[in-house]
């Protein structure tokens, strides 16, 4: 308990001087977690832990302008909407645990759902969703001129890791999750890389540039979670700024994003994790899925990327068909972001439809657990489509 207090001050110390921190429920407190296992939390504890993240860990507000995009209402009720295996939404909704569901159809509102204890305030933990924003951010800091060249390779950005097996790959290898470093990402192992590696920049970067290179860089696809960090922190390097404000000014106010999100930081004071975590409601992750639906167009009409970056991000890689920058591609040319635990934001152009999402399931990241969200997305698309 002594140290769950201690990161409480912390996290207090880290956001920034006027921002409103959510105070967790008396419910949540009784529950938070007093342990730093965010994989292996279990039932209340895991509730409490995602709804009040930015209570456990050190992080950064992402500011909102205090004028949301516009969300209509056209509701319908999709609750009898039956997956391939027969079941339906509400079946679905709460087997997996899902702490929120969202459908968007033609920019309108046709279903919003709560459970778990959410409300449309909740603040959620994003996990890898957090991955896809930072690959928008990147667009932005192309446009900007920060990035001169995706292919440039990552220690010219990130000088600590010459002379390791970072010598080789580029920026976008690391987008696309390509690097051909060895990384184990096996969640359910306790002695995994990415259950063992410290999550602070520099030991961090320790722990990378002694992993052995597996392939040539742009040949394998693997999910590398820390590499992710690195993105986040090549980002930092090249804009000179901080993501969560970068995020605020490129993204968060200009496509009117209702409420203040927080972004987690690897330590306090620090650098924000590239591939974990924005703490942000589900109404946002909707307008996020809006967002890149558009392809990246404001409100306004103007654009914070270079030109065609949404379609390039999500273009197929080399080395995996269904992986973009940072973005996961299905072959109906629908793509998603995706957290462990059941985060996710989808997206369907042809249709029009957004869908985001928010559980805590038992599983951090399971096949069948991924095959039924998939079919979640598909029949929910294809409903509010007929």
């Given at each position: 308990?002594?140290?769950?207090?201690?990161?409480?001050?912390?996290?207090?110390?880290?956001?920034?001087?006027?921002?409103?921190?959510?105070?967790?429920?008396?419910?949540?407190?009784?529950?938070?977690?007093?342990?730093?296992?965010?994989?292996?939390?279990?039932?209340?504890?895991?509730?409490?832990?995602?709804?009040?993240?930015?209570?456990?860990?050190?992080?950064?507000?992402?500011?909102?302008?205090?004028?949301a995009?516009?969300?209509?209402?056209?509701?319908?009720?999709l609750?009898?909407?039956?997956?391939?295996?027969?079941?339906?939404?509400?079946?679905?909704?709460?087997?997996?645990k899902v702490?929120g569901?969202?459908?968007?159809?033609?920019?309108?509102?046709?279903?919003?759902?709560?459970?778990?204890?959410n409300?449309?305030?909740?603040?959620?933990?994003?996990?890898?969703?957090?991955?896809?924003?930072?690959?928008m951010?990147?667009?932005?800091?192309?446009?900007?001129?920060?990035?001169?060249?995706?292919?440039?390779?990552?220690?010219?950005?990130?000088?600590?890791?010459?002379?390791?097996?970072?010598d080789?790959?580029?920026?976008?290898?690391?987008?696309q999750?390509?690097?051909?470093?060895?990384?184990?990402?096996?969640?359910?192992?306790?002695?995994?890389?990415?259950?063992?590696?410290?999550?602070?920049?520099i030991?961090?970067?320790?722990?990378?540039?002694?992993?052995?290179?597996?392939?040539?860089?742009?040949?394998?696809?693997?999910?590398?979670?820390?590499?992710?960090?690195?993105?986040?922190t090549?980002?930092?390097?090249?804009?000179?700024?901080?993501?969560?404000?970068?995020?605020?000014?490129?993204?968060?106010k200009?496509?009117?994003?209702?409420?203040?999100?927080?972004?987690?930081?690897?330590?306090?004071?620090?650098g924000?994790?590239?591939?974990?975590?924005?703490?942000?409601?589900?109404?946002?992750?909707?307008?996020?899925?809006?967002?890149?639906?558009?392809?990246?167009?404001?409100?306004?009409?103007?654009?914070?990327f270079?030109?065609g970056?949404?379609?390039?991000?999500?273009?197929?890689?080399?080395?995996f068909?269904?992986?973009?920058?940072?973005?996961?591609l299905?072959p109906?040319?629908?793509?998603?972001?995706?957290?462990?635990?059941?985060?996710?934001?989808?997206?369907?152009?042809?249709?029009?439809?957004?869908?985001?999402?928010?559980?805590?399931?038992?599983?951090a990241s399971?096949?069948?657990?991924?095959?039924?969200?998939?079919?979640l997305?598909?029949?929910?698309?294809?409903?509010?489509s007929?």
């Open positions: 308990m002594l140290r769950l207090i201690s990161l409480l001050i912390t996290c207090c110390l880290t956001i920034s001087a006027g921002a409103r921190l959510p105070e967790p429920t008396p419910e949540d407190r009784a529950n938070l977690p007093d342990n730093p296992a965010t994989l292996f939390w279990k039932g209340e504890q895991k509730i409490a832990g995602f709804r009040n993240m930015v209570n456990l860990t050190p992080a950064r507000l992402i500011e909102a302008s205090g004028e995009s516009d969300l209509p209402r056209s509701t319908r009720d609750n009898g909407v039956t997956l391939p295996n027969s079941m339906t939404v509400d079946e679905y909704f709460e087997q997996q702490a569901l969202l459908v968007i159809k033609d920019g309108e509102i046709v279903y919003e759902r709560y459970g778990l204890g409300d449309e305030d909740s603040l959620w933990v994003s996990f890898s969703v957090a991955k896809s924003v930072v690959a951010l990147y667009g932005a800091a192309v446009k900007d001129g920060y990035i001169k060249d995706l292919d440039a390779p990552v220690t010219d950005y990130l000088p600590h890791l010459k002379n390791s097996s970072y080789e790959s580029s920026i976008r290898n690391i987008l999750m390509s690097s051909g470093v060895e990384w184990n990402e096996d969640y359910a192992d306790p002695n995994s890389d990415v259950a063992t590696a410290s999550w602070e920049t030991e961090l970067y320790e722990f990378l540039r002694n992993k052995p290179r597996e392939t040539k860089p742009g040949d394998k696809f693997n999910y590398n979670t820390a590499e992710t960090n690195l993105a986040g090549l980002l930092r390097s090249a804009i000179g700024n901080n993501l969560a404000t970068y995020l605020s000014d490129k993204i968060w200009p496509a009117g994003m209702e409420a203040d999100a927080y972004w987690q930081l690897t330590e306090p004071g620090g924000e994790f590239g591939g974990c975590c924005i703490n942000a409601t589900l109404r946002d992750y909707g307008r996020i899925g809006l967002f890149a639906m558009s392809g990246g167009v404001l409100p306004d009409g103007s654009s914070p270079t030109p970056w949404m379609d390039e991000s999500t273009a197929p890689s080399k080395a068909d269904g992986y973009g920058y940072f973005w996961w299905n109906d040319d629908t793509y998603q972001a995706t957290g462990i635990f059941g985060q996710g934001i989808y997206i369907n152009k042809a249709k029009n439809v957004v869908i985001a999402i928010h559980s805590a399931r038992e599983d399971k096949g069948e657990d991924w095959e039924l969200q998939g079919a997305y598909t029949a929910l698309a294809n409903a509010v007929d």
